[in-house]
């Protein structure tokens, strides 16, 4: 049993606030920030160039992939973390191309998040060789994987929608075509229970500043199944994951299993962040954690649903089908956000007409859950988004 | 002039501690410190997600990358920071490469730090179009560029023994055969005077937790000459190197110059750190730091030569073949070393037999660099690296 009373308690969050944008940045664990001043003062300040050994920076990498591992069903040694996620999703998709050589079609969603995309474009214009990013509605992507298709690479959980991908069956159809699978889970790990040894996933990668509240440009991680990886050639075969990085060699021999997919020198303050997040994960039981989301975002939709009948949800209404967040259409979605924001309820808006509202049972409780659809019913009902003050839009939204 | 004095105060070094490894990890700026709990509380505790905006964040490389580009010689809107310095090789290397497309030669010396040469082995291999890594004595460099050399890619200063490219020299010799340069500032920035702008240099790539003093894990930074930048195509095209970062299209578009060099989300507290540091160069001259970094590094050579006549000096006796640092050779380095270090005197070591001493004349003086050559003699004449307990490596030297 999960005590969200007591994992609410671990957070810093702002009086008069009710922040449903966890799936964008997390909160701050008040662990967090003593932690962060530790690492300064007494690692770095302290320990000096001695705190790669002396405070384990160099050995951290590896410690909290496996941490992150057990959040997303991985086995042990076949998760680091380093870099970002975009960096990560092109490692684990120039690893799979490669050992699928007759192959030419990496398949995705078009509702997938644009730097996978992108990065995908990146990759195939630099390998030069015909590759082609296939992408179709999320509906008909089992429909789609055949004989052609080298990767199926995929976010589980939809950014805008939280529609949320099967990634057992998806997995198993791509492997009886023969194809292999790259999961991005940014919206998936620690906002529902992954499995990704139950399903055979083959490559994964992920971020931690979102539902792991690791904070802003914390790095992600990346998955590579253990039968994989003694074949995942590193492309970005950076010294540290190299076999051995300090003997200075000058041809580069990849490290033994997921090191390989190490690169540079490892973000020391970002990782003692993510530590201290890491911590409250400790005492969580996804099942419980998700049956809490589940009644929590069916309630927020009831509510919701109840008082503002212009809103139309964007997410699918099965809770099967949905990750942790529940998404509203309104034509006026920006400003209206905008509005709620002002009034201490922090959600966000993905172009054209999205309103987004991650649910986090770690810090968010009913009482939360009922306010913010009413603070919303009175934005709606006072048509508060018609403030032209609420229509400029920043340049980050 | 730039009051010396005033600088060392600014960080905050261990009491007793003789720090001659900022070539490695430079130490806390006091500051950094503060900053860095700011962040943590202030912005990511109390802004959340309007922080990116609100504090600034999203606009941060760009505006860290100028204030580098001003140590660097580098024109305004020419460099951004983000991801390791081996990520922003692989970029600066894949665009170069691309510029060239019919030269099969990356040239370098066998004396640059591995992780580029692994970084330019691994794209060789993605690419598969027969591109080969050539490396030659750093001093037959310049006799082996010719017209099969697509990029010349070396590292300004040896990481091992600190000797000094010319920069100017070799960038010319390159372009006259029409070869582009990727020039490695690892440990060029904050030590010596560097003129990118003004030496002709194509791409660029450094690092900012050595002389920068920006912490463990600080972040990289890229250089694209203003010339190149349009045609510059990201291999590693994140999402926040898209025009349009926030539009979410679904088909990549470069962003305007530097910008398209950024991957994806930046590192935040590593980037609160690097802004204090970076506050401490707005008042240093660079011309009076080398001519500092020069005395202190003769005064260190001779006490060192007069007490040590079994250290052998490995670096350029010539100070202007030299970069900010000064390495000695010993067949017992490490345990010398180490031996070194339990008295208080923080340098390092790199296989086979080189002993390193950074010199930043930022918080380093002649009363320290004295001292430390008397401990340096004293561990010598006692021959304290015949311990056992000194021969003990660790896990990372």
Known sequence: MTDFAATRALFDLPEGVIYLDGNSLGPLPGAAADRVARCVREEWGAMLIGGWNGAGWMAQPGRLGDRIGRLVGAEPGSVVIGDTLSIKVYQALAAALEMRPDRRVILSDSGNFPTDLYMAEGLIGALGRGHELVTVAPEAVEDRIGPDVAVLMLTEVDYRTGRRHDMARLTRAAHEAGALTVWDLAHSAGAIPVDLAGAGADFAAGCTYKYLNAGPGAPAFVYVAPRHQAAARPALSGWL???????????????????????????????????????????????????????????????????????????PRDPDLRGSQVSFRFAEGYAAMQALIARGVIGDFRAPDIMRFGIAPLYIGEDEIRRAAEILGQVMEDRLWDDPAYRIRAAVT
Chains 1, 2 share one sequence.
């Open 241 to 315: 994951g190299h076999a051995a990085p300090f003997a200075f060699e000058p041809a580069y021999r990849p490290g033994e299993g997921i090191a390989r997919m190490r690169v540079g020198t490892p973000p020391v303050l970002q990782m003692a962040a993510l530590e201290a997040a890491l911590d409250i994960w400790e005492g969580v039981d996804m099942a419980a954690l998700r049956a809490r989301s589940v009644a929590l975002s069916e309630l927020f939709i009831a509510e919701v649903e109840a008082r503002c009948p212009d809103l139309a949800l964007a997410s």
